[in-house]
Each structure stands twice: as C-alpha cells, then as structure tokens.
C-alpha cells in the first residue's frame, strides 16, 4: 500500500560478554509452541521481557499464556 516496504530489524541484546538475538528468542518460542502441540498460525501478539540476569525471555503469547525461554 502506497509504495511501502517493510522495514528488516535486528535487535541484539548485550550484557557483559553475553549476546542474543531477537531471531534466536522468536525461533526458541516457536519450537516451544509447536512442542505443546499448538500451530504457530495462532499466535496473534506476542510480548517479550527479557531479564539478562537470569538470560530468560519471559514471553505472553495472545495477552494470556506465557512461556519462559531459558537461553
């Protein structure tokens, strides 16, 4: 619409020597969703709070369910 692209992020989080993507936390909760026998096609919003002392992504999926991604 209108001539415009969607625009590719990367976000990299940091902490001391430790770095993850955003990429390898959104692959992590996918294969954790499909592992529960649910399709990806169903997650609708997806929030992330990623706490780097415990390097865990605390995630809510469609505003209810939650997933904690140890990484």
Partial sequence: MWGVKIMKNNLFIQFNSY?????H???ALKENW???GKRVK??????IYFKV????AYCVING???IDIAL
């Fill in 42 to 47: 169903d997650m609708k919003n997806v929030s």
């Fill in 19 to 23: 770095e993850v993507s955003e990429d």
């Fill in 53 to 56: 002392e415990d390097k865990t």
């Fill in 34 to 36: 499909l592992a529960q």
């Fill in 64 to 66: 209810k369910e939650h």
């Fill in 25 to 27: 936390i959104i692959k």
